[in-house]
């Protein structure tokens, strides 16, 4: 038996009609999903390699006595980002079209400046999706 994410959600919402705290739904499920079917329901956040970064540094942004080159040489040139950690949620159904992919990008583009204190100016992503290849975004 498969479950996709729009299942999960109304059974989140039967559990909250009937008196179970909102932010509590989920584990409840989950709970249950263990006792009867001895299964973990909802997939693991995915883990996003972004890669090919494009860093956008200055003059302005390196120490005296450093060179731009040496500062772009000097950052990475991917980094993997656990989506939970940016309280994104891949499988929100509000993810999907344009709109969500604006919002992930944005989300990863903040975590990169604010993991390595520096800008960019653009990069690509592959997901590791749970029992699937590699997604490119």
């Not at 959600?9 to 705290?21: C, T």
């Not at 499920?29 to 001895?38: E, I, S, T």
């Not at 390196?62 to 991917?78: A, H, M, N, Q, W």
């Not at 079209?97 to 919002?103: N, Q, R, T, Y």
Request: proline share 3%.
């Amino acid at each position: 038996m498969k479950l996709d994410i729009l299942s999960l959600k109304k059974a989140e919402q039967v559990l909250i009609d009937n008196g179970v705290a909102e932010d509590e739904a989920s584990v409840v499920l989950q709970a249950v999903g263990y006792a009867l079917l001895g299964k973990e329901l909802y997939p693991e956040s995915p883990k996003v390699l972004v890669k090919n970064i494009k860093w956008d540094v200055t003059e302005e942004d390196v120490e005296d006595g450093t060179s731009v080159k040496d500062v772009i040489d000097s950052l990475p040139s991917e980094l993997e980002v656990d989506l939970k950690d940016l309280g994104i949620d891949l499988f929100n159904e509000e993810l999907v079209g344009d709109e969500g992919a604006e919002e992930l990008e944005e989300a990863i583009s903040d975590y990169v400046t604010d993991t390595t204190d520096f800008c960019n100016d653009g990069f690509t992503c592959e997901v590791e999706l749970e029992d699937g290849p590699i997604e490119k975004i």
